[in-house]
């Protein structure tokens, strides 16, 4: 039976294989072999060859990878491990162009990991990838050519360590001959030289070392060889061979659910109560009625911080949770009071509205369950007890204060609540500033205690809305409005130190959770009949009639002192008729400036009503 003959792919005749040697070797030092014919001399630097090992790393295979892409040829590189140690990029080019992956050199050589278990002779290739296929044949890929470098370096330590006991060899040969040519030409030549002279002794020793020596060089060529052998055959076990190759795993080795879902909850845990920690630190404000008892010192009244009771917008129904829980405070109030006329302030610690929510409900509470009550809006400027209650924005506290008016033509009615009147800020805050005189002050409290059995003044202690605060001077008592997430412990502590030092107690706190109260009215307001009002664009000075006039000159000023309480008359309501007015007769109110106020004629002051 005839073989078959081999024949190359396609009738070629010849095949060719493309093989690159990217070698380099130890800081300083030159290959064993040059380019140069001509060797140099002993001790002298080869920096050509030094050159040309750090050339190939740096600019040599590069060159070499994309003339061989252009060509279509695949070639094989011989890579030792000192290149590999130094040019590791060069490394993972020539892995990237054998894998004809996507992926940069660079993106390569960080995602192949070599490790070396303990106590073991294995090599450990890890290679991440975008896929798990990728991943698998990036790992096999390296793997091979590990073993394939491994054995090209192998066989060339052993050709390069057999070529030079080779020439060793030849070497002794040659010297062996030369020594044998001088002692037999001395036996023939010379009959007269004496036996065992000193140089024939010698020459025979110098042979006999030779001779030695040549044995034991081909004692280690003959070793060689065989090794050089099994090394040089392809896909051999001499050199390792991959105990594992890389598959296509099942699943995910990383991340590890059991191992890092533990861990995150436990570093969540941490975090999150450090957040916290963080965050309670840096927010200064009151978030419960805990905080406030513990921050203030204060008991607490009032308390609808509860989700029942929601958030405050306006007068509560008494069936509401919170309508009951301020008709308590009403009780509670009138029993800390006991019998007389009484004034009592709230003073709110925190911007907005929730001041007069609280001043609003409790003087519709103690309307309610106890007597007639007069709430005085203090606050000018940020006070909504008039749009809480139904009232007019009109003529108030500072046509009082200067004297355009009287208590009992500002007392407007608080909508469906027959014994409750309030007084609002007025067209004029600014002006009424001006007017705050203690006896001023002191006879608008008496003017309204004369009409009512309990004054609420509603006040504020923070910002520019805080001018009219002496107010709370002329109260028996105070209840401070705390408002839970805005109010801040100091302002608190602060509001309390104020009315201490305006000698006015506190009877404690009421908690209210923050307003939803906007801008827009609640109700619609109702105009109080036979109130005469002034519009916003002018205010004019009214001139009390002639017999009311004459009643309170024969009567006398009545001043009320605080803490002295006054005795009130039975229960009525507001919408009793009040005694005739006759007609009024109104005039403008001149504007004077502060230098014109000392110059100016009257006795009576317009701008101070002094």
Same mark, same amino acid.
């Given at each position: 039976?005839?073989?078959?003959?081999?024949?190359?792919?396609?009738?070629?005749?010849?095949?060719?294989?493309?093989?690159?040697?990217?070698?380099?070797?130890?800081?300083?030092?030159?290959?064993?072999?040059?380019?140069?014919?001509?060797?140099?001399?002993?001790?002298?630097?080869?920096?050509?060859?030094?050159?040309?090992?750090?050339?190939?790393?740096?600019?040599?295979?590069?060159?070499?990878?994309?003339?061989?892409?252009?060509?279509?040829?695949?070639? #094989?590189?011989?890579?030792?491990?000192?290149?590999?140690?130094?040019?590791?990029?060069?490394?993972?080019?020539?892995?990237?162009?054998?894998?004809?992956?996507?992926?940069?050199?660079?993106?390569? $050589?960080?995602?192949?990991?070599? #490790?070396?278990?303990?106590?073991?002779?294995?090599?450990?290739?890890?290679?991440?990838?975008?896929?798990? @296929?990728?991943?698998?044949?990036?790992?096999?890929?390296? !793997?091979?050519?590990?073993?394939?470098?491994?054995?090209?370096? @192998?066989?060339?330590?052993?050709?390069?360590?057999?070529?030079?006991?080779?020439?060793?060899?030849?070497?002794?040969?040659?010297?062996?001959?030369?020594?044998? @040519?001088?002692?037999?030409?001395?036996?023939?030549?010379?009959?007269?030289?004496?036996?065992?002279?000193?140089?024939?002794?010698?020459?025979?020793?110098?042979?006999?070392?030779?001779?030695?020596? @040549?044995?034991?060089?081909?004692?280690?060529?003959?070793?060689?060889?065989?090794?050089?052998?099994?090394?040089?055959?392809?896909?051999?076990?001499?050199?390792? *061979?991959?105990?594992? %190759?890389?598959?296509?795993?099942?699943?995910?080795?990383?991340?590890?659910?059991?191992?890092?879902?533990? &861990?995150?909850?436990?570093?969540?845990?941490?975090?999150?109560?450090?957040?916290?920690?963080?965050?309670?630190?840096?927010?200064?404000?009151? +978030?419960?009625?805990?905080?406030?008892?513990?921050?203030?010192?204060?008991?607490?009244?009032?308390?609808?911080?509860?989700?029942? +009771?929601?958030?405050?917008?306006?007068?509560? =129904?008494?069936?509401?949770?919170?309508?009951?829980?301020?008709?308590?405070?009403?009780?509670?109030?009138?029993?800390?009071?006991?019998?007389?006329?009484?004034?009592?302030?709230?003073?709110?610690? &925190?911007?907005?509205?929730?001041?007069?929510?609280?001043?609003?409900?409790?003087?519709?509470?103690?309307?309610?369950?106890?007597?007639?009550?007069?709430?005085?809006?203090?606050?000018?400027? !940020?006070?909504?007890?008039?749009?809480?209650?139904?009232? %007019?924005?009109?003529?108030?506290?500072?046509?009082? *204060?200067?004297?355009?008016?009287?208590? =009992?033509?500002?007392?407007?009615?608080?909508?469906?609540?027959?014994?409750?009147?309030?007084?609002?800020?007025? *067209?004029?805050?600014?002006?009424?500033?001006?007017?705050?005189?203690?006896?001023?002050?002191?006879?608008?409290?008496?003017?309204?205690?004369?009409?009512?059995?309990?004054?609420?003044?509603?006040?504020?202690?923070?910002?520019?809305? =805080?001018?009219?605060? !002496?107010?709370?001077?002329?109260?028996?008592?105070?209840?401070?409005?705390?408002?839970?997430?805005? &109010?801040?412990?100091?302002?608190?502590?602060?509001?309390?130190?104020?009315?201490?030092?305006?000698?006015?107690?506190?009877?404690?706190?009421?908690?209210?959770?923050?307003?939803?109260? =906007?801008?827009?009215?609640?109700?619609?307001?109702?105009? %109080?009949?036979?109130?005469?009002?002034?519009?916003?664009?002018?205010?004019?000075?009214?001139?009390?009639?002639?017999?009311?006039?004459?009643?309170?000159? $024969?009567?006398?000023?009545?001043?009320?002192?605080?803490?002295?309480?006054?005795?009130?008359?039975?229960?009525?309501?507001?919408?009793?008729?009040?005694?005739?007015?006759?007609?009024?007769? #109104?005039?403008?109110?001149?504007?004077?400036?502060?230098?014109?106020?000392?110059?100016?004629?009257?006795?009576?002051?317009?701008?101070?009503?002094?």
């Amino acid at each position: 039976m005839s073989k078959r003959p081999f024949c190359w792919p396609d009738g070629k005749r010849i095949a060719v294989t493309m093989t690159a040697m990217l070698e380099t070797w130890s800081e300083g030092k030159p290959p064993p072999y040059g380019v140069q014919a001509t060797p140099l001399k002993p001790g002298t630097i080869d920096h050509g060859g030094i050159a040309w090992g750090s050339y190939g790393g740096k600019v040599g295979v590069y060159r070499l990878i994309n003339l061989f892409r252009e060509n279509g040829i695949r070639a #094989t590189f011989g890579v030792n491990g000192k290149c590999a140690e130094l040019y590791p990029e060069a490394v993972a080019q020539i892995v990237k162009s054998h894998l004809l992956s996507p992926q940069s050199a660079a993106d390569i $050589a960080q995602n192949i990991h070599v #490790t070396v278990p303990p106590n073991s002779t294995f090599l450990q290739i890890s290679c991440g990838a975008p896929t798990a @296929i990728e991943a698998a044949k990036c790992a096999n890929a390296a !793997g091979k050519a590990y073993l394939y470098n491994r054995r090209v370096n @192998i066989m060339n330590l052993l050709g390069t360590g057999i070529n030079a006991l080779q020439a060793e060899a030849k070497r002794l040969r040659g010297k062996i001959q030369q020594f044998k @040519i001088l002692l037999l030409t001395a036996r023939h030549h010379q009959r007269n030289q004496v036996s065992g002279s000193s140089t024939q002794i010698s020459d025979e020793l110098q042979l006999n070392a030779a001779q030695s020596a @040549i044995t034991s060089v081909q004692a280690h060529i003959n070793a060689a060889k065989p090794l050089y052998t099994s090394v040089s055959v392809k896909n051999g076990t001499i050199v390792g *061979l991959i105990a594992s %190759p890389a598959t296509v795993p099942a699943s995910p080795s990383s991340p590890r659910k059991l191992l890092f879902l533990p &861990s995150g909850l436990i570093a969540g845990l941490v975090f999150g109560l450090a957040w916290a920690f963080v965050s309670e630190r840096r927010n200064k404000r009151v +978030h419960s009625v805990r905080d406030v008892e513990r921050l203030g010192n204060l008991p607490t009244l009032l308390s609808l911080v509860d989700k029942p +009771h929601g958030s405050l917008s306006g007068v509560e =129904s008494l069936r509401s949770p919170a309508g009951r829980a301020f008709s308590e405070l009403a009780r509670y109030v009138d029993a800390s009071f006991g019998e007389g006329s009484h004034v009592i302030a709230v003073a709110a610690t &925190s911007p907005g509205h929730n001041g007069s929510v609280a001043a609003v409900n409790l003087a519709a509470a103690l309307a309610r369950t106890c007597d007639r009550t007069i709430l005085i809006c203090a606050d000018m400027h !940020g006070t909504k007890a008039p749009e809480l209650l139904g009232a %007019p924005r009109g003529r108030g506290l500072s046509e009082v *204060l200067t004297g355009a008016a009287r208590v =009992s033509e500002v007392a407007n009615p608080a909508g469906d609540q027959p014994r409750l009147r309030i007084i609002g800020p007025g *067209l004029d805050a600014s002006r009424a500033l001006l007017a705050m005189q203690q006896a001023k002050l002191k006879r608008l409290i008496s003017d309204v205690l004369d009409d009512a059995r309990y004054v609420v003044i509603e006040v504020q202690s923070l910002g520019e809305n =805080s001018d009219s605060f !002496g107010f709370a001077q002329f109260a028996e008592a105070a209840i401070v409005a705390v408002e839970v997430e805005r &109010s801040r412990p100091s302002d608190i502590a602060d509001c309390v130190l104020r009315l201490s030092r305006l000698g006015t107690a506190v009877l404690g706190t009421a908690i209210l959770r923050p307003s939803r109260l =906007s801008t827009r009215k609640t109700r619609q307001a109702v105009a %109080p009949a036979q109130v005469p009002q002034a519009s916003a664009a002018s205010w004019y000075e009214t001139q009390p009639d002639q017999a009311s006039a004459g009643q309170s000159a $024969a009567a006398g000023p009545t001043v009320w002192t605080p803490g002295t309480p006054k005795v009130s008359g039975e229960v009525a309501d507001f919408t009793s008729t009040p005694g005739p007015r006759g007609p009024k007769e #109104t005039m403008p109110m001149p504007r004077v400036t502060g230098t014109e106020r000392d110059r100016y004629p009257s006795s009576a002051d317009p701008a101070t009503g002094d």
